[in-house]
């Protein structure tokens, strides 16, 4: 979703949805991926409540 022009808000889908991601507030993960062959990581705040199950934005 894009929330403004240099702001995207992603969803990632937890393992089941009865999963919390458990993330004290102000804390941050780091997401990675292979893109052309080069590893990619990222850091990400979490902005979604610990009450959202099966998913993490």
Sequence with gaps: QEVSHDTRKFRFALPSTDH???LPVGQHIYL?????G???VRPY??????????FVD
């Design 45 to 54: 705040t979490p902005v979604s409540s610990d009450s959202d199950k099966g």
């Design 20 to 22: 919390v991601l458990g």
């Design 38 to 40: 080069a590893l990619v």
């Design 32 to 36: 990675s991926a292979r893109i052309d």
